[in-house]
């Protein structure tokens, strides 16, 4: 082999590993402004007041959330939310009406599920995979999904299903299925 093709394979090798090199770099940050930009949405998802609300409904039986803001008296703000209240809240219809507390209620639910969709639009955007989200989500769609024994009960779960479906939540129940899906292959 003569000098000169020697150069000349040196040459495109270390063009190849050079190009390797920043092909893997550039990868590397692009999957770091993805888990940026996912813990960016998740921090402004819980900072809404409707989220933390719902969050704690779901999290703890018969917190007293602040359902009522606008009530002078520190004390007509409060509710205790059991999970009777929070069930009877997210049923489609009640023959008796809403109580304030469930339209309340209903009122935190929709946003905190409008802001879930948001979620859901990123994945199907083919801007992040679902992945990226579920260290945040999970737990939160566990519950929905009635997937934590003992903290919630299947009455829970079944009343969230019908809410989504009934009212067009598609991208909370893609969210679901995905959480579900992840979690079975992992």
């Keep these: 082999m003569s000098s000169e093709t020697l150069i000349a394979l040196l040459g495109v090798t270390g063009g190849i590993v050079g190009f390797s090199v920043g092909l893997w770099q550039y990868r590397n940050a692009q999957r770091w402004k993805v888990l940026e930009f996912v813990a960016q949405e998740v921090k402004e998802f819980e900072k809404r007041a409707a989220v933390s609300n719902a969050m704690l409904m779901l999290d703890y039986e018969g917190m007293e959330i602040e ?29 008796r009406g809403f109580t304030n507390a469930e339209v309340a209620i209903r009122d935190i639910f929709d946003e905190f599920f409008g802001c879930l969709e948001r979620f859901d ?3 199907e955007s083919g801007l992040v ?6 260290p945040y989500l999970k737990y939160w769609l566990g519950i929905l999904a009635g997937r934590k024994p003992g903290l919630k009960s299947d009455r829970l779960a079944s009343a969230v299903d019908e809410f989504l479906q009934a009212f067009d939540y598609n991208g909370v129940l893609r969210l679901l299925r995905r959480c579900r899906e992840f979690e079975a292959a992992h």
Excluded: G, M, N, T
């Design 67 to 95: 359902l009522f803001p606008e009530e002078e008296k520190p004390a007509d703000r409060l509710v205790a939310v059991r999970e009777p209240l929070l069930v009877a809240s997210l049923v489609v219809e009640q023959e």
């Design 121 to 123: 639009q990123y994945i």
């Design 129 to 134: 995979s679902y992945a990226a989200f579920h």
